[in-house]
């Protein structure tokens, strides 16, 4: 399939960091060769190992707001659906990326099907720590007052709160930081779709689902760590592919 037939892409947990050049310079290459020919680039959370707050100046941070930019410049529209790591990219980040962000779930026309588009942590509701954890950091007054900080407390809050998170995770079992199948349910009956794209596990995979005696898909984007990953998306299906560092 030519790269020039309608299609269009979904990536998400990135992680971008500067202790991790050779994805940074995927992602840079994902810009320049492959966003660009998309009409459309969908990114679903966690594209930032952390996001401190629009006025965050980390170099890298910066830089990628302007590949970002350069994606946009070209022609092609990009959303951005906020992360666990994420979820402080506010209208600053917005303007001057060129990007849209869309609320935490929403449905798009993909080529004439409805499709649920998500971060995808939501739905890992055997989690019970980290739903508190979310219900916390997602709750605008904490924002405000976390914003209230100067940045370099919060980058020292982010990274405490980032070391609690890995002894944590080390105490929790693999299937309890999956999604939970009733979540999902509940997520494609509350929107009315029959297919659902969302990343945050980690678990790059196609399901297909019975829901209400219908058939339904839920596509799991990989992350970006030992090689890039993306849903190609065209009028005629959808295909998870790799983008090798080495690329
Ligand atoms: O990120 P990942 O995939 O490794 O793990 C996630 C869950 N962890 C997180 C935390 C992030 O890694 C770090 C977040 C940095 C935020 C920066 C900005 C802070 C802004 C504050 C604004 C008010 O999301 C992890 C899940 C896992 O996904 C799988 O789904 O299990 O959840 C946890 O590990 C959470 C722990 O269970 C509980 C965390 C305790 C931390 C308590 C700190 C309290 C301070 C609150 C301050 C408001
Ligand atoms: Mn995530």
Known sequence: ??????????ISDLHLHQSRPGINDLFRQFAEQDAVRADAVYILGDLFE????????????LEIQDVLASITAAGTPVFFIHGNRDFLLGTGFENKAGVQCLAEETV?????????VMHG????????EYMKF???VRNPANQKAFMAMPLSERRKMATDIRQQSQQAMQLKANDITDV?????????????????I?????????HDLTIDQHSAQRYVLGDWYDQGSLLYASPTGLELRNKPLSE
Not at 121 to 128: E, I, P
Not at 180 to 196: G, K, P, S, Y
């Open 1 to 10: 399939m030519s790269s020039q037939d309608p299609h269009t892409l979904f």
């Open 50 to 61: 952390f996001w401190y707050g629009d006025d965050d100046d980390d170099p890298l941070n």
């Open 108 to 116: 798009i026309d993909l080529y004439g099907t409805p499709t649920l």
């Open 121 to 128: 942590d939501s739905l890992c509701t055997d989690d019970h």
């Open 134 to 136: 979310r219900e916390m």
């Open 180 to 196: 939970n199948d009733q979540a999902v349910e509940q997520a494609f009956r509350r929107n009315q779709v029959q297919r659902l």
């Open 198 to 206: 969302h990343g945050h596990t980690h678990r790059p995979a196609i």
